[in-house]
Every structure is written in structure tokens, then in C-alpha cells.
């Protein structure tokens, strides 16, 4: 079944620590993948997103993706955490429905704490 | 520029009522995307409309429906509310649609959060 599964519901690391969040996907077919972040009250922005160009996707706010097909993954990360970082992130993918349409399914989400 | 609005941003109903919440895309976008999001089941896709048309549909009852007018202005209708409607409903928009994604972005707007008594 195609699916998109976030590993780690919560990720607490210190300000300035790398920050590692999982993302696996299951597709039938080569997949549009992104990573959206959702700040408390508000909707989701797009952080970056990969579309079968370059395999590693930088973004916004100093983040970036790789995506590996042989591990049907798109970790995001990021070299140092700021306290700005603390959010929930999704991981989306776009999977074909029974309708024969692409719909985008999110992840589960994984909240994002960063300590002082 | 302005972002995707959403009308009103909170509600509370009752049980058996119906809702009828509101989503203004970004100007010259023709695709309006609906999602609901709730703690247990997180973010699921409602349905998708481009020029005035119902484009696909998530696995929702019919108690769930949607229309988009010709200024590309969206609505959604929940019918005979049951409490596990509470949830934050969120609107997106997009130039061409989730099928084009890979050359354009979805916005979304800051959501209506519906509970359900």
C-alpha cells in the first residue's frame, strides 16, 4: 500500500545541534516529495520541495533534503537548530488514488523542540 | 500579496447541524485544495477543485462536500455534524493543481477550527 511514515512523533535537540527529522515513503510510482512546516495556529508553509531534479533540495530557513531512492527517504535536516526551528513538520507525498489522481498525503508529523 | 483567507477562523456547532466554511485563494490560483486535520488521524485530503470543477475526492462520507465559484473562491459543507468533525480544516491554493506540484506550490491558508459539542 503506498503510505508515508514520520519515525519519532517528538525531536527535542539543544540550540545549535543538528536537527534530523525522518521521513519513509512507499510509491508505486516515482513520487513528488516535500517537507511543510506548521507554526502553532497556522497553516502549513512549504519548506523545500523534489521533483526529480537534483537529489539533494535546499530550503528554506537553512534546511535541505536528500532524497534516496534505494531508501525510499527524504530526511530532512539541518546543521544547527535555532529556537525559531520549534514546530511540527510534515513530510508530504503525492500518491495516485483510486480515483487514478494524485492527492498529497502527509505524514504523521513530528514536532520539533528545541532547548536553550 | 495577499495569502489564501479562510472564513470564519473559529466555530463552534452542535451535533446534527450543518457548517459551511470559506476559502479565498491567492489571486490568479484556479486550484483550491481542502484537508482536515485532527490529532488521531492527522492531515487527510477532502477533495480538490480547479475551475469550478471537483477534480478528485478523499475517502470522506458525503456528509462532506465542496464547491468552487468562477472567481475561484471556495466553500466546504459538512452536513449533520457528529463530534469527530471537531478538527482544523484547512484550505490551500495553487496556480495549476496538485497534478503540476512539481512547477508550482501549494499555499495554504491559516485553517477554521471547527468544534463539535
Known amino acids: 500500500a503506498q503510505s508515508v511514515t514520520q519515525l519519532g512523533s517528538h525531536v527535542s535537540v539543544s540550540e545549535g545541534a543538528l536537527v534530523l527529522l525522518r521521513c519513509n515513503y512507499s510509491s508505486s510510482v516515482p513520487p513528488y516529495l516535500f517537507w511543510y512546516v506548521q507554526y502553532p495556529n497556522q497553516g502549513l508553509q512549504l519548506l523545500l520541495k523534489y521533483t526529480s531534479a537534483a537529489t539533494l533540495v535546499k530550503g528554506i530557513n537553512g534546511f535541505e533534503a536528500e532524497f534516496k531512492k534505494s531508501e525510499t527517504s527524504f530526511h530532512l535536516t539541518k546543521p544547527s537548530a535555532h529556537m525559531s526551528d520549534a514546530a511540527e513538520y510534515f513530510c508530504a507525498v503525492t500518491l495516485f488514488m483510486d480515483t487514478g489522481r494524485r492527492a498529497l498525503t502527509f505524514g504523521s508529523g513530528t514536532r520539533l523542540q528545541v532547548q536553550p | 500579496k495577499a495569502g489564501v483567507t479562510q472564513t470564519p477562523r473559529y466555530l463552534i456547532k452542535t451535533r446534527g447541524q450543518q457548517v459551511t466554511l470559506s476559502c479565498s485563494p491567492i489571486s490568479g490560483h484556479r486550484s483550491v485544495s481542502w484537508y482536515q486535520q485532527t490529532p488521531g488521524q492527522g492531515l487527510q485530503f477532502l477533495f480538490e477543485y480547479f475551475s469550478e470543477t471537483q477534480r478528485n475526492k478523499g475517502n470522506f462520507p458525503g456528509r462532506f462536500s465542496g464547491r468552487q465559484f468562477s472567481n475561484s473562491r471556495s466553500e466546504m459543507n459538512v452536513s449533520t455534524l457528529e463530534l469527530g468533525d471537531s478538527a482544523l480544516y484547512l484550505c490551500?491554493?495553487?496556480?495549476?493543481?496538485?497534478?503540476?506540484?512539481?512547477?508550482?506550490?501549494?499555499?495554504f491558508g491559516p485553517g477554521t477550527r471547527l468544534t463539535v459539542l
Open positions: 490551500a491554493s495553487s496556480l495549476a493543481g496538485i497534478e503540476s506540484l512539481q512547477y508550482n506550490e501549494q499555499f
